[in-house]
């Protein structure tokens, strides 16, 4: 069995990692709500919606300004909020690469890994 798998530091990389993905899951439902909400033309001041919007502003608004809205008869369709769930998904990819280089790993998967980088 390869001792990478063994080391003291695999079992708080995999948590570390699996916060990270629940976190980014989480974050990923609401802003789906949020853009959901809005194209559908949702009551903003219905309180499921307001909690929606209250809650996913901060994560939004970084990226409200890039593209314009898209409205129809009321209804939005908010580019941002896709934007800002890409951005936030590839930001928790490099967050699960940084976790994973800090992972031990073997003399011979290291150097089967850097001679695969040389190619």
């Given at each position: 069995m390869d001792s990478s798998f063994n080391s003291p530091s695999t079992k708080p990389l995999y948590r570390g990692t699996q916060i990270v993905w629940y976190l980014l899951g989480l974050l990923e439902i609401l802003l789906a709500f949020r853009f959901i909400l809005k194209l559908l033309g949702a009551n903003p001041a219905a309180g499921f919606t307001d909690f929606i919007y209250g809650v996913t502003y901060i994560f939004a608004a970084p990226f409200l300004s890039v593209f314009r809205?898209?409205?129809?008869s009321g209804n939005i369709f908010e580019w941002t909020t896709l934007l800002a769930m890409l951005v936030y998904w590839i930001i928790a990819l490099g967050i699960i690469k940084l976790f994973l280089m800090g992972?031990?790993?073997s003399t011979p998967e290291a150097a089967n890994k850097m001679n695969k980088q040389e190619k």
């Open positions: 809205l898209t409205k129809v992972r031990t790993v």
